[in-house]
């Protein structure tokens, strides 16, 4: 590898680790990853502590937390923190050329040199939802005239929307994975899915009607990342083909996972279980890093930048919240912290305390799935988090958050600033609503009317204004309606 390597990080939207068949899916969704799998240093304990986009990737691209970063919710206003250079910034700095595609508007994409969108929604009316090809479209072009100016390396984030929603695959993607009947009059997993009101719209316009069994929609999903896994490997052949692949570190991560038929969030990435934290995570260095090795120890999202920068063998001029991987990777520490703090401002606003064995959720404020306002869930017996238990052990709900605010006291005062998931005034984008007061008052708030409204919610990260006020569902011949809007480029 040379000098000063090129750096591709391929960062993917929604995508949950455990329907990758490289993390033990049953299913072979992943097949041309899992190769590129074996060439990698792969991490079995990714997590993305600060939920959702926004904050995840704003952590992903500074090596900070969120009180680093001060990002906690999808709507952040404003930019990052001050004094936080966003890893395009460094790498630009070092004489790099850098190029984004497909992540224009997020406070944590500031410094590129360079910006390319793509279309990266769907709706039923449109179609199959063709995002990968989109992406690759629009950024191997590129790849070919990077490859070109051999004086200067570079550094590319490719921002993948498979397997974000609407889940769209095309053929033969959409069947790979289910083949019965999806309106079985004798199945109802659907009933309460689309029951609910702030998200039922926005499910009519890419859910085909009538489907009574909430395992065909998985299968979408799990089919749109088969779908990306084969436009991906055109990236790697590319490579390949250009005499790119010994002088580049690739690094694949997920920003969020996503909640499919889970804990009542239906086909979103909101609550803080470990659907949503767990990432991929995987990094591929010839000659620095060893082939088809997996680590077990815990790693987060704001380890990533300083690992890029020992990789690509400079010496840091900031101070980072993470931690660079390598020493792990090597053998010399295990694991950094297995206890830690996690933040989710979506739909929700809330925070815990994740440990090996416990997992704590505290609501800042009510949601809109009447979720009670403490959750503990017991790791080791109940990994799905199906069984919340604080009333059961209140001594364990006591310790946890002990140690969480233990830990709050100790980052706002090294940032002298407050934390930042506590001070969201309109972090819902409603009008004249800072907090929810009830869950019943966020619940009749709350409503995703379509794809194209979907879209406007996260265009704009760095500014976004508050839309107007949704009304409530409204008759089915109105629904068919706003399934023809036009449907928005990439967030």
Known sequence: MKSKPNVLLIAIDSLLSTHMSCYGYHRQTTPHIDAFAKKCVLFDRNFSAHIPTT??????????????????????????????????????????????????????????????????????????????????????????????????????????????????????????????????????????????????????????????????????????????????????????????????????????????????????????????????????????????????????????????????????????????????????????ESSFYITECTWMRKHGWRTPEWKLIVALEPDIHFKPPVELYNLITDPGENSNVADQFPHIVTALRTEMDAHIAARTKATGRPNPIENQPGWHGKAGIDYFTSSQQAYDSLHIGSVSTATRLQADAKNVKAPAPSPAPEPVADVVEAVKESVAIAK
């Open 55 to 336: 904050s995840a990737y704003a952590s992903m691209l500074t090596g900070r937390d969120a009180f680093g970063t001060n990002c906690v919710a999808l709507r952040h206003k404003g930019d990052l923190a001050p004094n936080v250079p966003t890893l395009a910034e460094i790498l630009g700095g070092e004489g790099y050329d850098t190029l984004c595609v497909g992540f224009s508007k997020n406070p944590a994409g500031r410094g590129f040199q360079r910006y390319l969108d793509y279309s990266a929604w769907g709706s039923l009316a449109e179609g199959a939802s063709r995002k990968a090809e989109s992406l690759n479209a629009a950024f191997l072009p590129e790849l070919r005239k990077l490859a070109a100016a051999k004086d200067r390396p570079f550094f590319v984030m490719l921002r993948h929307m498979d397997p974000h929603s609407p889940y769209l695959p095309p053929e033969p993607f959409a069947g790979m994975f289910y083949q019965s009947d999806p309106r079985d009059p004798a199945k109802t997993s659907m009933e309460p899915i689309m029951a609910f009101r702030p998200f039922a719209d926005y499910f009519r316009q890419w859910i085909p009607e009538g489907v009574t069994d909430a395992e065909y929609v998985v299968a979408q999903y799990d089919g749109a990342i088969a779908y990306m896994d084969s436009c991906i490997q055109q990236i790697f052949t590319a490579l390949d083909e250009l005499g790119l692949a010994e002088d580049t570190i690739v690094v694949l991560n997920g920003d969020h996972g996503e909640t499919l038929n889970d804990h009542e969030c239906y086909f979103d990435h909101h609550g803080l279980y470990d659907v949503t934290l767990k990432v991929p995570l995987m990094i591929r260095a010839p000659g620095l890093l060893p082939a088809n090795q997996h680590v077990d120890g815990y790693v987060q999202h704001k380890d990533l930048v300083p690992t890029i920068l020992e990789l690509a063998g400079f010496e840091p001029t900031v101070q980072f919240d993470g931690r660079s991987l390598l020493p792990m990777i090597r053998g010399e520490v295990p694991s950094h």
